[in-house]
């Protein structure tokens, strides 16, 4: 079983659009959405929803009003201003507000704080047409995204090797913050998108650097190309400085937004030189995993 993760140094590059065409092109394999602060793979594969399952990110701080007796020990051991006075000397918790670090409940003297498991989100196990799907939703002003990303990839090894299913593609989150790393440790290859614009040698840098770090072999294809030939070449030259294996390029076609507002991937929606660069980027990033 090998997994791959498409991630890119900046949001915006296509990547997902070519994680879906990949789910369409692919045999006995399993999709993973690791974006979960912005998850939009299921627009293209309109996944139906077989398992739910809340997402347990942290601790939040609960007060008992009963037993507090008003001494706002609480209230001067918080860092995060989350300890509120209602009225006279009757305290409560803001759990928005609340980093779930525990300092309160300990800090209590009659221990009217408690601290209870916090449901940032949820996650689910899916059917789709090009095959199971496996993504989650982080709410709103949730956290632990890293965590989630863990237990989203933990999961779909599980059912690949329920299923018998040889690949895992894994849609990871732009830039090389928390869920970018949780996306790519331990992965079998990462594939790079980028786009030719001012700043794509530089985000290049820093996710290739990040790839490097953790010893993932890494490929890049570049989207978009011919809206500027010239920095499409230096892309491709510093993949070649750098050791980065260069897999294709593919070109800008208005077609990508029909796909979308049909529900369907390029290599479903479109013909000609598009999805034929697409299928010839998924031939080669699949021989750079054999």
Known sequence: MKELVIISGKGG???????ASFAALAKQKLMVDCDVDAA??????????????????????????????????????????????KQGDVYTI???????CGVCALSCPVEAISMEDAVSGEWFISATRHGPMIHG???????????MVALLREQAKQLAEREGLELIIVDGSPGIGCAVIAS?????QVLIVAEPTVTAIHDLR???????N?????????????????????????????????VGKIPYDPAVVGAQLEALTVVEFAQGALPDAIGEVWKKTRQAME
Do not use: Y
Request: charged share 25%; aromatic share 4%.
């Open 13 to 19: 590059t296509g990547k997902t659009s070519i994680v």
């Open 206 to 212: 820093r996710v290739s650097e990040l790839a490097r």
């Open 94 to 100: 803001d759990e928005i507000s609340c980093e779930g």
């Open 137 to 147: 939703k982080l709410g709103v002003g949730g956290e632990n995204s890293g965590k």
């Open 40 to 85: 939009d793979l299921h627009l293209v594969l309109t996944p139906t929803v077989e398992k739910r399952e809340e997402f347990i990110g942290g601790k939040v701080a609960q007060l008992d009003g009963e037993n507090c007796t008003g001494c706002g020990v609480c209230m001067e051991v918080c860092r995060f201003d989350a300890v509120e006075v």
């Open 214 to 246: 953790f010893k993932i072999p890494t490929a890049l294809c570049i989207n978009k190309w011919e809206i500027n030939p010239d920095l499409s070449a230096q892309i491709e030259a510093e993949c070649a400085e750098t050791g980065i294996q260069f």
């Open 184 to 188: 790519i440790t331990g992965a079998d």
